[in-house]
């Protein structure tokens, strides 16, 4: 089975610090997603990658940055945490077949004070 | 461009009742769609995908979903709901051949009624 972690489940931070949200699959997988989880707006992607050191901006990359240095693992940065960056942050990787499901990391849920 | 419309964001039913949730999308390609689950406190679990064949396409726990062309529909439902059915359920949909993103509706809470 393919096994998706992430570094936390609940993380509490402040206003201005530097956060690292952690993602590793186990699958070998090539494509790797970050979302953020809003109550009333579903999903909504952040940034993904399609390989090592290759990201592409989804639809709400402001105020995160990625990073992708090894292909088991899929970091998400907030530069300066804001506490309108609390949410539910799931990674997700999805293989190689043309469609593919993606497996979703069991979230972790981030609180800015 | 693509998205979905989930019609309710709460559905409540009681255990043994049907279980209906709607899915409607846009896509300008033939899309391929998918019904996921989140239970409390976890991550997204796949219930089923349509891509290409069968229209009816079956998946755990007893879901189905029925993939309507003419009507760009993509409803989920159970004949019989159990107190375990009670989470959150997205509908997706990408547009495949080599676009591995999904566009996902913003979710419909399914209660269950003992």
């Known amino acids: 089975d393919v096994k998706v972690t992430q570094s936390s489940r609940y993380l509490v931070k402040r206003t201005g610090e530097k956060v690292f949200l952690e993602c590793v699959q186990d699958?070998?997988?090539?494509?790797m997603f970050w979302y953020r989880q809003d109550p009333g707006l579903g999903l909504r992607l952040i940034y993904f990658s399609y390989d090592v050191k290759m990201k592409e901006k989804g639809d709400i990359p402001e105020g995160y940055s990625v990073s992708r240095e090894k292909k088991e693992r899929f970091s998400l940065i907030l530069e300066s945490a804001s506490t309108n960056q609390t949410s539910m942050y799931l990674c997700a990787s999805v293989g190689p077949g043309v469609v593919d499901e993606q497996f979703f990391g069991p979230g972790t849920r981030l609180t800015v004070l | 461009a693509q998205s979905v419309t989930q019609l309710g964001s709460h559905v409540s039913v009681s255990e043994g009742a049907l279980v209906l949730l709607r899915c409607n999308y846009s896509?300008?390609?033939?899309?391929?769609l998918f019904w996921y689950v989140q239970y409390p406190n976890q991550g997204l679990q796949l219930l089923l995908k349509y891509t290409t064949g069968a229209t009816l396409v079956k998946g755990i726990n007893g879901f189905e979903a029925e993939f309507k062309k003419s009507e760009t529909s993509f409803h989920l439902t159970k004949p019989s709901a159990h107190m375990s059915d009670a989470a959150e359920y997205f509908c997706?949909?990408?547009?495949?051949?080599?676009?591995?993103?999904?566009?996902f509706g913003k979710g419909t809470k399914l209660s269950v009624i003992p």
């Open positions: 896509s300008s390609v033939p899309p391929y």
């Open positions: 997706a949909v990408t547009t495949g051949a080599g676009s591995y993103q999904l566009t």
């Open positions: 699958m070998d997988h090539e494509n």
